[in-house]
């Protein structure tokens, strides 16, 4: 008998992305495929397409040849659809949108109807009878386990297809599968089904077993390298088209018409970088995405465009984005150049609580049909794995969590127990497979035609059309990524704003510059940022008290080189800012990195050293780039090394200069900025700063409101009094429901009050607005219908002591339950007048002491105490004992001091050699102070820090570049 041509072409596989059902993942399955020699492959996942673009980069690394397909499921089988033009791939995306859209629908009536464009292939016996009587390009599928189509095949006339239904890379994977399928099912391996898992668990075959196993179907086979690898990503991207007849027309009036108003007078230089800017996005039809993106903008109160698109003066002119790029010097090439040939990626922030109603009014304006979301592809962790297996064989969660403390300390090895060495065999095994499918949490795309004719879709869980693919997969696929993210700052200086508005207040936009208001850039100076957006970590307002800048473009270069990796350059920052001479690290660099004082800042100076040490062209450092940033390494990164080694000493650059340099740029790894994102965030951080300094009590009222920052609201309020202002509330006649402020008084919100129920806010409020404020506790009790735990929350809080201050809180509440009735009779109404403000200076001036039980509930219920610092609990352990005050610390350089300390945030960081250390942030009632535990100490005290009890901190008073940081040499217990 004919033996079958050499292994070429394997099809059906299922990989990872079959979702708790698949074990392979594709690097591991292709790294396989190379070594046999094999050039062409399907994968089949079920019901599914969000492994394409995955398989599609591994294959092409592989170089292999990746077939577009699918197996859909249909009752107890599968049919393999292979994609063999354009009209096949839509009609398949269509498919599989319809499924995930509706678990109970069937492919067979839309495949029996018209399948062309599509290979059809099954070994069901049942399923090749119905199929056989369309006109469908059907195969019967032959596989190493199921012979039994082969009798089908003979019986209708049909031709025979070599598919490898293969589930498995190594036979040990099927306890994988096993306790994927468990977790699918919410089983444990005990009550787990035989159906429940797949039918034949097939391992891959090597190309002698391979062989073997067809050696009877060289049809088959020969059928099997007949299939197209059709390619369904476009050549080109795909943009939303825009109702106009000339989009480069319009983009270039609407461009003008800003710089208008932007400029005032548009001069030679402004109109020639329009010009040039109008000329690329023209030349690459990138017009209606700008088009789209100002429309967009124009959908929210405030927006930050960030991101490279922030260097565009196309961008700035359409209000896209807010910093001057002539101004600020940005590198535009960055964002686009004729040779790149990416898409352009401009993100924009919305107040974080708009974000939901513009994503809305996107889909109403552009349609439902042709808007989707970006997807996210959720992996497997080590720990959660081993969790989740754990549960799989019936342990519990107390059991789990009391084996996972000794299993990570010993990094899952040393295990006596059979069960747990099975259990982290299997979790190990686990790690980074693809476990679930969310949705990004900005991430867009908008299609010229219906989504479904580009890629598969499904419904997000809030019902938002979802791409199958995560954020790489959308950019392979041709989309250009629209990312619209929410920002709580945005929505910080929006309230601001308008709480100013209410004062008779006005700030004038078109006529504010926070980044020329001297006493803003004295603020930022000494590091006066607590609530400014992006820069109120401790490590910022540090590097703002070493450098003692606060202008705008020591901002920019600040926010940039904060980031992690940058640590070991910000010392030597700092000392060159302050007078230390230094060298360019080559003559050729002295113009590109002069502005950060010779030191590699932004992500686009690895693109600008690249070019003009090592000769990189526009498009090749921008990959460089890419590579460095997405901590890619590996093969590309060597590649990209030895040409700029190569490029470096064609030019002369000495190779310990090259080293060097070539190190500076690897610390761009991760997270890092580009300039015009920099800028950007600086514009927003200028903005914040403004209103904090010019308006404190309503901007502090704004950042409380919104719940965003790096704090707990305790250390705001504690920050608010120790900028001045009177602070009060919660009470139930003068807070609304989130936190406001009138002149220098800054009112806690009803928000504040933990337990009380969104709808005991509500009534509260509109109960004020019918019938006027409250005026004594039986009167808030007839006229409110509030549970008992409402009422509890109210008075613990302190929202009652206005209505009753001569009683204890006790006593308030069991006034307000002995005549909480509710009040329906409508001629009531009308004893009351409309609400009015009650000045704070008419309120009963005799209020009985809180006693110590009515502090702590007082403190449970707002996470703060509404007139003191929370220290006051403490105060019978504070008596006597001896201290410094935060407040006094700068007289105390180089000594060992007492502090009290009341922890705001702490940061975990790993040194060189892989320890764990902490950076903390303590108070008192004068200061917030910062403290460094080395390895040592934290391992010693850490147990500490994971409580908000105040703390006595002994340590060492450093003067770090002109910032004071405690070097802590012991911790204890405030009465301990």
């Known amino acids: 008998m004919q033996r079958p041509f050499a292994m070429e072409t394997r099809l059906s596989i299922t990989t990872s992305y079959s979702l708790l059902w698949g074990t392979m993942q594709p690097r591991l399955l292709f790294d396989r495929l190379k070594q046999w020699n094999v050039k062409k492959v399907a994968v089949t996942d079920r019901d599914s397409l969000c492994g394409y673009p995955a398989c599609r980069e591994e294959a092409q690394r592989c170089d292999i040849e990746l077939i577009c397909a699918a197996a859909l499921t249909e009752g107890d089988g599968e049919i393999h659809a292979f994609v063999q033009n354009q009209k096949g791939y839509e009609k398949l995306c269509l498919l599989l949108t319809k499924r995930a859209e509706d678990g109970a629908f069937s492919y067979l009536p839309s495949l029996l109807a018209d399948s062309e464009g599509l290979v059809l292939a099954t070994s069901s016996p049942t399923l090749l009878a119905t199929l056989a009587k369309s006109k469908a390009d059907l195969y019967a599928a032959v596989t190493p386990s199921c012979l039994a189509s082969v009798q089908t095949a003979r019986r209708l006339g049909l031709r025979l297809l070599a598919c490898d239904d293969a589930l498995l890379l190594e036979k040990e994977d099927e306890e994988v599968h096993r306790i994927l399928r468990c977790m699918a099912l919410h089983k444990t391996v005990g009550s787990l089904q035989k159906e429940d898992c797949a039918v034949s668990s097939n391992v891959l075959l090597d190309s002698e077993k391979w062989n073997q196993a067809f050696s009877c179907w060289p049809e088959a086979v020969h059928n099997a390298r007949k299939l197209a690898a059709y390619n369904p990503f476009p050549s080109s991207l795909i943009f939303p088209d825009y109702p106009v007849e000339d989009s480069a027309q319009e983009l270039e009036k609407r461009v003008l018409s800003g710089a208008e108003i932007r400029y005032g007078e548009v001069n030679d230089a402004i109109l020639e970088r329009i010009t040039y800017e109008l000329h690329i996005i023209g030349s690459k039809g990138f017009a209606p995405y700008f088009l789209v993106m100002h429309d967009i903008v124009q959908m929210s109160s405030r927006t930050c465009g960030r991101g490279s698109g922030a260097a565009s003066i196309v961008s700035y002119c359409l209000f896209i984005t807010n910093v001057d790029p002539l101004a600020h010097h940005l590198y535009f090439e960055r964002f686009l150049s004729p040779s790149r040939l990416d898409p352009p990626d401009i993100d ?378 009177h602070v009060e509330g919660p009470d139930i006649n003068h807070s609304r429901i989130l936190y406001h402020a009138q002149g220098n008084t800054l009112f806690i919100g009803l928000m504040a009050v933990a337990n009380l129920t969104w709808q005991a806010r509500e009534q509260i409020l509109e109960e004020r607005k019918k019938r006027g404020p409250f005026t004594d506790l039986k009167d808030a009790s007839s006229r409110l219908s509030l549970c008992r735990e409402d009422w509890v929350s109210l008075v613990e809080s302190g929202c009652c002591d206005s209505l009753g201050p001569q009683y204890r809180r006790s006593e308030q509440l069991r006034i307000l339950l002995t005549n909480a009735v509710r009040n329906t009779s409508s001629d009531q109404l009308e004893l009351f007048s409309p609400e009015k403000h009650i000045p704070v200076q008419t309120r009963a001036l005799v209020q009985v002491k809180r006693t110590e039980d009515e502090l702590h509930r007082e403190f449970s219920a707002l996470g703060f105490l509404r007139t003191s610092h929370p220290l006051l609990l403490w105060s019978q352990y504070l008596k006597g004992l001896k201290r410094v005050k935060a407040s006094e610390l700068g007289r105390h350089r180089g000594r060992y001091v007492n502090l009290i300390g009341y922890q705001i945030t702490q940061k975990q960081v790993m040194t060189k050699g892989g320890q764990s250390m902490s950076f903390v942030s303590f108070e008192d009632e004068t200061a917030l102070y910062e403290t460094v535990l080395f390895p040592d100490l934290y391992q010693r005290f850490y147990p500490l820090l994971s409580t908000l009890w105040p703390l006595v901190v002994f340590g060492l008073v450093q003067d770090d570049q002109g910032a004071l940081v405690v070097e802590v040499q012991h911790l204890r217990k405030v009465g301990s």
């Open 348 to 725: 924009v922030d919305f107040a974080w609580d708009e974000r939901d109603g513009v994503f809305a009014a996107v889909f109403e304006r552009f349609g439902r049909e042709h808007c989707a979301r970006v997807a996210n592809h959720n992996s497997f962790r080590l720990r959660g794995a081993v969790r989740e297996t754990g549960r799989c064989f019936g342990l519990s969660d107390t059991q789990i969590s009391e084996a996972e403390k000794r299993l990570f300390i010993s990094g899952l090895k040393d295990l006596d127990d059979p069960l747990w060495q099975t259990i982290c065999r299997i979790a190990t095994k686990l790690e980074g497979l693809p476990k679930e499918i969310s949705m990004h949490c900005g991430g867009l795309v908008i299609t010229p035609r219906p989504v479904y004719c580009y890629a598969p879709l499904r419904l997000s869980s809030d019902g938002y059309p979802l791409l199958a693919w995560e954020k790489e997969g959308t950019e392979m696929a041709g989309f250009v990524k629209i990312d619209l993210l929410g920002n709580r700052s945005l929505a910080v200086i929006r309230d601001t704003l308008e709480n100013l508005e209410e004062e008779q207040i006005h700030i004038d936009q078109r006529l504010w510059h926070p980044t020329e208001d001297a006493p803003t850039i004295a603020a930022l100076a000494r590091g006066d940022s607590m609530g400014v957006f992006y820069i109120e970590s401790p490590a910022m307002r540090q590097l703002q008290k070493k450098t003692g800048r606060g202008d705008f473009e020591h901002i920019v270069i600040h926010s940039s080189i904060i980031r992690p990796a940058a640590n070991k350059f910000i010392a030597e920052y700092v000392e060159r800012l302050r007078g230390k001479m230094w060298e360019p690290l080559h003559p050729r660099l002295a113009y590109i990195l002069d502005e950060t004082y010779g030191i590699l800042c932004y992500q686009e100076d690895v693109s600008k050293t690249a070019v003009a040490l090592a000769g990189f062209s526009e498009s090749d450092a921008d990959k460089l780039r890419k590579v460095i940033a997405k901590k890619a390494g590996g093969e590309k990164l060597k590649v990209y090394r030895q040409q700029f080694f190569d490029g470096c000493s064609a030019n002369n650059v000495s190779e310990e200069t090259t080293r060097i340099i070539w190190e500076m740029m690897l610390s761009f790894d991760g997270y890092s900025f580009c300039k015009p994102h920099s800028a950007s965030y600086a514009m927003v951080s200028f903005q914040s700063a403004y209103l904090r300094v010019h308006h404190p009590s309503h901007f502090m009222a704004a950042v409380l409101s919104n719940q965003g920052g790096y704090y707990r609201s305790q250390a705001y309020i504690s920050e608010a009094r120790r900028m001045g202002i």
